[in-house]
């Protein structure tokens, strides 16, 4: 979902000043204002409601600043915080609207809400407790009492599809909705590696043991700050034994899934999610 081509995060241009206060002004500059963990929308509509910089400066000016998200061919890019439920359009859940969005618009609009999410829990430093101050177009917030920086940070998730011959290992959680079943995952650990991380929670969640762990491939998860990141492994036991965490875990067979998804007890994971992908890729190769 995280924007790629025609998209520049113009991390150099973060220390410019002049450069960014121009842009706040310009009339091709569009902001995405972001009010709790949610976007405004177009009313009906799944497409981000982009304001103009006019429009947009009265809440850069409550805020006192205004998140450089990048540059594109036709606009800078900014996101602004709303203190305030400001009467304004449509909020919606990106999680929501996400995949009916283009690829850059919902990229913008996580990076945006990430961006929030950061700004809204560092408004003190964590070493000394003083109210900090934004920097770098909203990329840092410094403390002017102990001097100590702040950076936005993401935490690391190991997500894996455990396979073992033709079946393939999946799970749920008692909160999730009736018959959704996903591949197991769970938070890296300060000193970890990722392979670690995926036999620990693998183990943890399943009681099966795992090798020959192998990337696949990686998502932003703005709900709130993660970065899940893929990996594919082999089983080296069988037996499943459940902890609290999970409600059921077991091996499917891609006829077992068929069958569920048939007869209505078995249900994919969100479209939107790299869990979805691990699966029907599983699904759609033979053998
Ligand atoms: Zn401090």
Known sequence: ????????????RRRDEAWVSARLRDAHSRFAPVWEHRNLFV???SRAA???AEEAAPLVKAAGYAVL???SDEA???SVPVAEDPGIGEWGD???HGLLMTPLEAGLLAFARGMNHWHARHGFCGVCGAATEVREAGHLRACPACDALHFPRTDPAVIMRVQHGERCLLGRQAAWQPGVYSVLAGFVEPGESLEDAVAREVMEESGVAVANVRYHSSQPWPFPASLMIG????????EIRLEDEMEEV?????????QGVADGTFRFPSTFSISHRLLTDWLDARG
């Open 50 to 52: 982009w304001l103009p």
């Open 1 to 12: 979902m995280m924007a790629a081509g025609g998209f520049d995060r113009a991390g150099e």
């Open 94 to 96: 990106l999680r929501q």
């Open 69 to 71: 998200l990048g540059v």
């Open 43 to 45: 009313a009906g509509e």
């Open 231 to 238: 990996f594919t492994a082999e089983a080296i036991s069988e």
């Open 250 to 258: 077991r091996w499917f067979t891609r006829d077992e899934v068929h």
């Open 76 to 78: 800078t890019w900014f």
